[in-house]
């Protein structure tokens, strides 16, 4: 069965990447798209916090493209890494904040999925990470490009999955702590994606 261990989640032993979700890279995106996005995010960030597992946030070039937006201000609690590098392991501090996490499972969001978000899974699969890349949890500035990250990250051998796939994966069984707060999150998301 060592062959479906890539396709697993355990809270022990993931960590909730939030890959550059900045100010002004804010305004490229469709903003239903976008919308979507951040409440995918809000609600990974909150059951990671349910959960008691692990975010780590990156920045690429903030003095250019400003800090993680407000609306994932929690994002940014333990500190966030920046880069210049459009990959987070090209960036040495990213590297050594995994390594000190001792993880194995990286669920993957942010922007832009087809540069940033991509290669930063390549480098995860090369590094040795199970990688749980969220399809509602990503945006380019145009559609195509997210579907072409999408298919290329599955292709490299990324788990392609949503957010309520990977809540409920990291929840396993309804008799958990979790399971009614998380339960909320997800409630609550799908009220606010109604209204877009």
């Not at 946030?57 to 609690?77: D, F, H, I, M, S």
């Not at 409920?168 to 707060?181: H, I, N, T």
Request: proline share 4%; glycine share 8%.
């Amino acid at each position: 069965m060592a062959m479906l261990d890539r396709f697993k989640l355990d809270p022990h032993q993931a960590v909730l990447l939030v890959v550059d979700v900045q100010e002004k890279l804010a305004p490229t995106f469709p903003e239903k798209d976008y919308r979507s996005m951040l409440a995918t995010i809000d609600m990974l960030l909150q059951g990671a916090a349910e959960l008691k597992m692990p975010v780590v946030t990156t920045e690429q070039y903030p003095q250019g493209l400003g800090p993680t937006v407000a609306e994932l201000e929690r994002a940014c609690a333990g500190g966030v890494i920046e880069k210049t590098s459009f990959g987070c392991c090209g960036e040495p501090a990213f590297g050594r904040k995994l390594r000190e996490l001792g993880r194995s499972q990286v669920i993957v969001t942010g922007v832009e999925a087809h540069i940033c978000v991509y290669q930063t899974v390549l480098g995860l699969l090369e590094s040795g990470y199970h990688v749980h890349l969220v399809r509602d949890g990503i945006c380019s500035r145009i559609p195509a490009d997210r579907r072409t990250a999408l298919g290329l990250a599955r292709a490299a051998g990324a788990t392609v999955t949503c957010a309520e796939t990977v809540l409920f994966q990291l929840v396993a069984d309804a008799r958990a702590d979790a399971f009614k707060a998380v339960s909320k999150l997800i409630r609550q998301r799908w009220d606010l994606l109604r209204g877009l």
